[in-house]
């Protein structure tokens, strides 16, 4: 009855936050503001992304994940202690039971840190489960059956590609290529053609207004502001999907390549499976206009978005969390 139960998907650019019977409570950015005299935490989450390229020099706004793994331990246990205590409300009578998705390709040491930084964040116990499995769990995927399921969840800075069978992960690969990469790419293409510096959240704006993984017929356009790389002045133009399209080209040439190096390493018998059923795509970057069709363009196996396609994994991770015995093959490491 007083037990608490909290499934987290700690990604590198956002934070959500799932409780049995009550679904998704929290969605907000993963970036922590601390001052860099003290080291203390000002602000996390909405709060904090709001000071990103806005703050005075005694004042910090990161983000603690990258490529979707633990890069600053403290600040990391700092953002926990934050989502969980906003999860359970200030009364904590009982320590939750937390799990933590994590990349596909994470290592022994940085699976440890995840670990040691939710335990000192306060939790009760820790369980790790893969981002792969807990997005097809969420896709709601049979992930128990004897049969090749193939799921590509592409987060802001990782993207995990794996074949699924019996609840384990038959063959995967997890790439740095995700939405981070691609606000970067954009960046560099506006700097390069119409010399104009712009921040990323400028980028990512635009990615989302414009953006697309195919050339679109009917091009559409968005206005920018930055500073102009000469005469230093701000200055707006007009960009249009195209620019998006260009600027994308050679990230989600890599991401392709990464998902037909996985096919390569995939059993016939589950690869012909996959051919059946198609590849289900999950995550924020998943959003990315026409990212479906360049996948079944480019490998030639039909590629669909899941339902909601961004709460995929911390869905996966309530469900996961809910029903531990039925799930106890797919979780990766408990304490």
């Known amino acids: 009855?007083?037990?608490?139960?909290?499934?987290?998907?700690?990604?590198?650019?956002?934070t959500l936050v799932y409780l049995p019977n009550k679904g998704i409570i929290i969605n907000e950015p993963s970036v922590v503001a601390y001052s860099l005299l003290d080291k203390k935490v000002l602000a996390v989450g909405d709060e904090a992304k709001e000071m990103i390229g806005r703050t005075p020099d005694t004042?910090?706004?990161?983000r603690p994940l990258k490529d979707g793994v633990i890069a600053?331990?403290?600040?990391?246990?700092?953002?926990?202690?934050?989502?969980?205590n906003k999860a359970i409300g200030g009364l904590r009578l009982f320590r939750p039971e937390v799990m933590i998705a994590v990349p596909g390709g994470v290592t022994s040491t940085e699976r440890r840190a995840a670990i040691?930084?939710?335990?000192?964040?306060?939790?009760?116990?820790?369980?790790?489960?893969?981002e792969p499995i807990a997005a097809a769990i969420g896709a709601n995927l049979p992930i128990g059956s004897a049969s090749g399921h193939m799921i590509i969840d592409m987060g802001g800075g990782t993207s995990e590609i794996a074949v699924i069978s019996l609840g384990g992960i038959v063959t995967n690969s997890s790439v740095r290529i995700g939405g981070n990469k691609f606000d970067a790419a954009i960046q560099e293409h506006i700097r390069k053609k119409y010399n104009l510096a712009i921040g990323?959240?400028?980028a990512e704006m635009i990615k989302i207004k414009v953006g697309s993984a195919l050339y679109l017929d009917k091009k559409?356009?968005?206005?920018?502001?930055?500073?102009?790389?000469?005469?230093?002045?701000?200055?707006?133009?007009?960009?249009?999907?195209?620019?998006?399209?260009?600027?994308?080209?050679?990230e989600l040439a890599n991401l392709v390549a990464a998902v037909k190096?996985?096919?390569?390493?995939t059993p016939p018998e589950l690869s012909a499976d996959i051919?059946?059923?198609?590849?289900?795509?999950?995550?924020?970057?998943?959003?990315?206009?026409?990212?479906?069709?360049?996948?079944?363009?480019?490998?030639?196996?039909?590629?669909?978005?899941?339902?909601?396609?961004?709460?995929?994994?911390?869905?996966?991770?309530?469900?996961?969390?809910?029903?531990?015995?039925?799930?106890?093959r797919s979780i990766l490491a408990m304490k």
């Open 1 to 14: 009855m007083f037990l608490k139960k909290i499934g987290i998907d700690l990604g590198t650019t956002t």
């Open 59 to 62: 004042i910090m706004a990161a």
């Open 72 to 84: 600053d331990y403290k600040t990391t246990e700092a953002m926990l202690r934050y989502f969980i």
């Open 116 to 130: 040691d930084a939710t335990l000192a964040a306060g939790a009760k116990a820790a369980y790790i489960i893969k």
């Open 200 to 202: 990323e959240r400028s």
């Open 220 to 250: 559409l356009t968005a206005e920018i502001k930055g500073r102009d790389m000469v005469s230093g002045l701000p200055r707006i133009i007009t960009v249009s999907s195209d620019d998006v399209t260009d600027a994308l080209q050679d």
């Open 261 to 265: 190096s996985v096919f390569y390493n």
């Open 275 to 328: 051919m059946d059923k198609g590849i289900v795509l999950s995550g924020g970057t998943a959003l990315l206009r026409n990212i479906d069709e360049l996948f079944s363009q480019a490998i030639g196996v039909p590629a669909y978005n899941a339902d909601d396609p961004l709460l995929c994994v911390v869905k996966g991770t309530g469900i996961a969390l809910e029903n531990l015995a039925a799930y106890k």
